[in-house]
T-cell receptor, first 111, second 111 residues
Framework: AAGVIQSPRHLIKEKRETATLKCYPIPRHDTVYWYQQGPGQDPQFLISFYEKMQSDKGSIPDRFSAQQFSDYHSELNMSSLELGDSALYFC??????????FGPGTRLLVL | AQRVTQPEKLLSVFKGAPVELKCNYSYSGSPELFWYVQYSRQRLQLLLRHISRESIKGFTADLNKGETSFHLKKPFAQEEDSAMYYCALRAGGTSYGKLTFGQGTILTVHP
């Protein structure tokens, strides 16, 4: 069965640069969630989208923005990167209110 | 606000021994509880959700609203059970959908 796809899988950036992470949900899933997992920490919710509209917002910095496109894929844009942004970024998808299925994550390293 | 606590960061057992991974939560409403598992270098996978009350890979978990717990149990641990286990809570209302994770428990099953 098709799973959630994230790209890139690994990303290295310098401080103050910009990064774009992409998430392709499971077909027919209408909801996408983004989570951030810092080293040795549990995943923290950032933001979610349902039918291309933002449905919930967590502890997402103002430097970050995200959107869901007409084909339901989502992109997380991160600007003015800081060392503390180094983390594993998970995307999950679901049919609204149903079980969330996670992607493999994008590991971001900011130098 | 909701909170999930997994008091044990590390748990080691021998093959064939019973195992219990503890999870406690705080939430004023009626929560949905999940267990996710992350095997080495793999994505988060759903193991159990309390609504379905099913047993997966020999694991069971019962929601105890009085004790606000959702402990994960298996009577006979196997080496392939070694992984990181996360307990997660999904709240209702306007925050419907996002997961709040515990800190995770690393289970090691020795031969």
């Amino acid at each position: 069965a098709a799973g959630v796809i994230q790209s890139p899988r690994h990303l290295i950036k310098e401080k103050r640069e910009t990064a774009t992470l992409k998430c392709y949900p499971i077909p027919r899933h209408d909801t996408v969630y983004w989570y951030q997992q810092g080293p040795g920490q549990d995943p923290q919710f950032l933001i979610s989208f349902y039918e291309k509209m933002q449905s919930d917002k967590g502890s997402i910095p103002d430097r970050f923005s995200a959107q869901q496109f007409s084909d339901y894929h989502s992109e997380l844009n991160m600007s003015s990167l800081e060392l503390g942004d180094s983390a594993l970024y998970f995307c999950a998808s679901s049919s609204y209110g149903e079980t969330q299925y996670f992607g493999p994550g994008t590991r971001l390293l900011v130098l | 606000a909701q909170r999930v606590t997994q008091p044990e960061k590390l748990l080691s057992v021998f093959k064939g021994a019973p195992v219990e991974l503890k999870c406690n939560y705080s939430y004023s409403g009626s929560p949905e509880l999940f267990w996710y598992v992350q095997y080495s270098r793999q994505r988060l996978q759903l193991l159990l959700r309390h609504i379905s009350r099913e047993s997966i890979k020999g694991f069971t978990a019962d929601l105890n609203k009085g004790e606000t717990s959702f402990h994960l149990k298996k009577p006979f641990a196997q080496e392939e059970d070694s992984a990181m286990y996360y307990c997660a809570l999904r709240a209702g209302g306007t925050s419907y959908g996002k997961l709040t994770f515990g800190q995770g428990t690393i289970l090691t099953v020795h031969p």
